[in-house]
């Protein structure tokens, strides 16, 4: 009888997980496995210990930092049940340490040869050269295609980089913002580094949840910084909604990405503005109030926008209110156009940072931003008037243009059809390409 042979870098093993045991197919046993994050499944080798390493390594390495996670963050601004680590950012990472679900799939064995070559150190992990990647990505690349003016380059190309350094939460989030734009400037591989992105957001926005309470005076800017690029990473699928197919993308990615800005303002309320603008550097000029001169006050005062809005603030006191309770959805409402009124000025004032519209969003109310996650109509007719004013600073940004678009044509799916004319004024200058001050106002909702 004829020996049967194995198959040249074929390995048999009982050690994959039990989703490709009864799919009948091969597991490349990473810790979670390459289907198992194709598919966006759970991995049930994370639920079990990692095998002892069968190859040891020529050094010994340091010991791996405390900070790797074992198991799937679940759900997140980005959405995506991606596995964690921290490996990505250690080059001590062992043989035996966390695989990375990014990497290529790992090539079959080769065929044996006379001379054997040895294994490369731990030290240059898949994950630790990834991370050297992005970081390379975004000093030359991202960080110049972020927006730009004399306060903010020194921030994104020197200041935030540096800071992440000594905070790992920032340097997550730093590495999710390159990734992300990795994936934008190269559509070919867009689903790989989209998933390097969320990899990332997840340890960032983990600690971030876990550790507010933990703010103090050697640590605000880091998280100030962080939820910064939060906040751009998440406006990107908003923005770009016609590329994210893994999921759909609703009103409640808007809401999210609110509630990024307005935990900055919850930052900020850490200490007095004065003290946050006497460490100096950017930071300094970059929370410097906007200057209006009572020309271009006046001037905005008698504008078409302001005109609507008295219109859409008309609409906003018939609200029903709870009198007993001095924040409600009246007061809200109200409270959100009165802001959007400034944030006109501030698009209006010559040269005011164009980045100022969003600070409408941090100074909205919790409250009215859970209506626009739950889709009440009067809070769609005031955002889809935002949507229309800030279309005009979108320009060039590529991970905020066709945000407004985007959130228009969410509104107009989901408002209901007796509250559908409210939003035909912000519409047409948002399809249309027009300033809001050069559309006409009547006293109806059109």
Not at 382 to 403: K, N, P, V
Request: net charge negative; proline share 7%; with cysteine.
């Amino acid at each position: 009888m004829e020996k049967r042979t194995r198959r040249l870098g074929h390995k048999k093993s009982r050690n994959g997980c039990q989703r490709c045991k009864a799919r009948r197919v091969k597991c490349d046993e990473n810790r979670p496995c390459h289907r198992c994050v194709a598919h966006n499944t759970h991995c049930s080798l994370l639920d079990a210990p990692p095998p002892p390493p069968s190859i040891t390594a020529p050094l010994t390495p340091p010991t791996v930092s405390s900070g790797q996670y074992a198991t799937a963050v679940q759900g997140s601004a980005a959405g995506g049940g991606i596995a964690p680590s921290d490996a990505s950012l250690s080059p001590a990472a062992t043989a035996s340490a966390f695989t990375s679900p990014y990497a290529p799939d790992p090539a079959p064995h080769p065929a044996a040869s006379t001379s054997a070559s040895a294994p490369d150190p731990p030290d240059f992990s898949e994950d630790w050269l990834q991370s050297l990647r992005l970081m390379h990505h975004y000093s030359t690349s991202a960080c110049i295609d972020l927006p730009q003016d004399a306060c903010t380059e020194e921030l994104w190309q020197t200041a935030i980089p540096e800071m992440a350094c000594s905070h790992k939460f920032l340097m997550h989030g730093l590495l999710a913002l390159s990734a992300l734009h990795y994936a934008h400037s190269h559509p070919r591989e867009r689903r790989r580094w989209d998933l390097v992105s969320v990899h990332h957001q997840n340890l960032a926005l983990r600690f971030f949840a876990t550790r507010l309470a933990d703010i103090d005076k050697s640590n605000c800017e880091a998280y100030f910084f962080l939820a910064s690029l939060i906040f751009i990473v998440s406006v990107y699928p908003v923005a770009h909604a016609d590329l994210i197919r893994d999921r759909p993308v609703g009103l409640g990615d808007v809401a999210q990405s609110c509630r990024f800005l307005h935990g900055v303002k919850g930052i900020l309320d850490f200490q007095p503005i004065d003290e946050w603008r006497q460490r100096g550097g950017p930071l300094d000029v970059l929370l410097r109030q906007p200057c209006i001169s009572p020309a271009v006050r006046g001037a905005a005062s008698a504008s078409a926008f302001q005109k609507r809005l008295d219109v859409v603030t008309a609409l906003a006191r018939e609200v029903p209110a709870t009198f007993n309770e001095v924040i409600n959805e009246q007061t809200v409402c109200v409270l959100a156009l009165e802001s959007l009124r400034r944030s006109h000025q501030v698009v209006k004032s010559e040269g005011a940072h164009v980045g100022g519209v969003w600070g409408w969003c941090v100074t909205l109310p919790a409250l009215f931003i859970e209506m626009i996650d739950n889709a009440h109509p009067t809070a769609l007719v005031i955002l889809a008037h935002f949507a229309a004013l800030s279309r005009m600073t979108e320009r060039g940004d590529w991970a905020c243009a066709g945000w407004s678009r985007g959130v228009m044509l969410m509104i107009d799916e989901e408002i209901e059809a007796e509250w559908r004319a409210w939003i035909e004024w912000p519409k047409k200058c948002l399809m249309g390409e027009m300033d809001v001050d050069d559309m006409e106002v009547a006293d109806t909702p059109v």
